[in-house]
């Protein structure tokens, strides 16, 4: 391979008032892959291994076993079978994903299935370290630095974008580095550090925690951290660094604006920590500027917030038949328009709406209409929002004015159900609403845009929504994840805060996605991503042309 092939590429990454960060990478064209004369010797990633104390691992995809060859075995294709959806599995195998590559799919032996590719690795690193503590970080980036091999950071695999991935690359995988979970009473930030200027409670954590780890050490202190609506996401990783949303982010802001200070390795191995006083430049770019990127995240130092009660609503309609479809896509505009007011008066939640759901969105409907009805709908819009710190009582006084413009479909054209509950903290509402697992294994093409208050109330605001609703043959889903305003727009005075800038003014941000059948072949695959890139996405910039999309979705 020649290494004289290379191109230098200056530009400015980010800007504020007080600093313009420069960065300047010198890039290969073509990073070393396994079918390169240059590749790494056998003897080499033996030595690589004996450096991390034998924990470096060679890939194999995890559905190999349904495939000829001296991996198959029909008793672990079934068991691999039974767990492809469960994220718990996915994140303990080191490349399974949550939203697995077309590579190596899992077959279902159980009822006849039989492959109709071939297994290979694909666009998976080759080699993993699976590291647990920093010196196997550091020895893994200087290892793929010094060869010159793409390397790739994973935690759990949670990622939509499938940025755990890389053809020909070494991984880093930080899923078993944890190092403790500590809590600060007071924060006292290193150094003593005059620019940190949060005076309440915190917590240290260290490595590759999830949601459900950290969410239980908060509440048994009666405390709240803002984290994933997925228990089994990771903490330290691409969420936060990318902005991270959550159940609690409208009332204290985003993952992001949490960090108080971090540890991080560097591409040249250093292990250093960033805060407003050490590495500031540093501190400002992992606190929303991409996972990965700047560095490998080993711990972070995040604020705790005093438990508060919780007041719920879940709405859900669908229309009594498919004539009534203009009916059900008024409603559905209907609450659009109305989420800025809600989100103003302490709103917010995450949501969902489609014309034709692969699965169902409206669950055994108990309603009478000349007889009693039971059924599940896949047309239908169901939404989970809360407000914290106030009783049922003015939950439903501020929802009120949606409900009367709601009421005229009632009975004539939807169903419409509506349910309030209250929690007496926070832990109990996300246990019971919000902290649940949904099924991954499935590939999709998504996009997205963060929609803000001139959008959401726009005269273009049905025609958009018509758009991405798509139509019913292709089984495409819209996600409201309705977090924004409240702290999210009052953090935007953070200086060190390196999330788009869009999040300050936006209320919604909306996810589209449409999926394929198993199997379906790659022409059938670009038509889905052009659809949802070309109209769907386009309808959305549109709308809001001023906003943006958030990087992790």
């Not at 004369?37 to 924990?55: F, I, T, Y």
């Not at 995988?173 to 005059?194: A, D, H, M, N, V």
């Not at 990965?292 to 919780?310: L, N, R």
Request: charged share 15%; with cysteine.
């Amino acid at each position: 391979m020649s290494r004289s092939n290379h191109v230098t590429i200056s530009f400015a990454l980010v800007q504020r008032s007080d600093l313009l960060l420069q960065v300047r990478h010198t890039i290969s064209y073509l990073p070393k892959g396994p079918s390169d004369s240059c590749w790494p010797s056998r003897e080499d990633w033996r030595a690589l291994n004996a450096s991390v104390a034998g924990k470096l691992i060679e890939n194999v995809q995890p559905a190999a076993p349904c495939y000829p060859g001296p991996l198959q075995d029909n008793a672990t294709c079934q068991y691999v079978d039974s767990q492809w959806t469960n994220q718990l599995f996915q994140s303990n195998t080191a490349i399974g994903l949550s939203y697995p590559t077309e590579s190596c799919p899992v077959v279902n032996i159980t009822v006849g299935e039989q492959p109709t590719q071939n297994c290979t690795l694909g666009d998976q690193p080759v080699y993993t370290v699976n590291a647990t503590e920093a010196a196997d970080v550091a020895k893994g980036i200087l290892f793929a630095r010094r060869r010159n091999i793409r390397l790739v950071i994973r935690d759990t695999g949670h990622d939509l974008l499938r940025r755990s991935t890389g053809y020909g690359s070494l991984q880093v995988w930080i899923r078993y580095l944890r190092t403790g979970i500590t809590f600060q009473e007071r924060f006292t930030p290193s150094g003593k550090c005059p620019k940190s200027t949060w005076t309440g409670s915190a917590f240290k954590i260290g490595g590759g925690y999830t949601w459900s780890d950290i969410l239980q050490e908060a509440a048994d202190r009666n405390v709240i951290v803002v984290g994933g609506g997925t228990p089994v996401s990771p903490h330290p990783s691409g969420w936060m660094q990318g902005g991270g949303h959550g159940p609690a982010t409208h009332d204290f802001g985003l993952g992001a604006d949490q960090v108080l200070e971090a540890t991080v390795v560097l591409s040249d191995g250093r292990t250093v920590t960033a805060s407003p006083c050490q590495h500031p430049d540093l501190f400002f770019a992992i606190r929303g500027g991409g996972g990965g990127t700047y560095g490998i995240v080993i711990s972070t130092t995040v604020k705790a917030h005093p438990t508060t009660s919780v007041s719920a609503q879940q709405l859900s309609f669908a229309p009594l038949n498919f004539t009534y479809m203009p009916e059900f896509m008024k409603a559905v505009e209907i609450v659009h328009n109305a989420y800025p007011d809600l989100s103003d008066a302490g709103y917010a939640g995450y949501g969902s709406w489609s014309i034709a759901s692969p699965t169902p969105l409206v669950y055994n409907y108990n309603y009478t209409l000349g007889g009693p009805i039971e059924a599940n709908f896949s047309t239908g819009f169901t939404h989970t929002v809360s407000v914290f710190g106030k009783s049922v009582n003015e939950a439903r006084a501020i929802f009120a004015p949606v409900n009367d413009k709601l009421a005229e479909f009632n009975e004539r054209s939807l169903f419409i159900n509506t349910t309030y509950s209250s929690f007496t903290t926070y832990a109990e509402y996300y246990t019971a609403l919000s902290g649940i697992e949904s099924p991954i294994g499935a590939s999709a093409a998504i996009g997205s845009r963060l929609l803000d208050r001139a959008a959401l109330t726009s005269s273009r605001l049905g025609e958009t929504l018509k758009i991405i609703a798509g139509t019913p043959e292709q089984f495409t889903s819209n996600n409201i994840i309705f977090v924004g305003g409240g702290q999210v727009a009052r953090d935007s005075e953070d200086e060190f805060s390196g999330v788009n800038p869009a999040w300050r003014t936006s209320y919604v941000h909306n996810v589209v996605a449409r999926g394929w059948a198993p199997g379906a072949d790659q022409e059938t695959r670009k038509a889905v991503y052009s659809d949802i890139t070309n109209v769907k996405v386009r309808a959305l910039k549109d709308l809001a042309p001023g906003t943006g999309a958030y990087m992790n979705e």
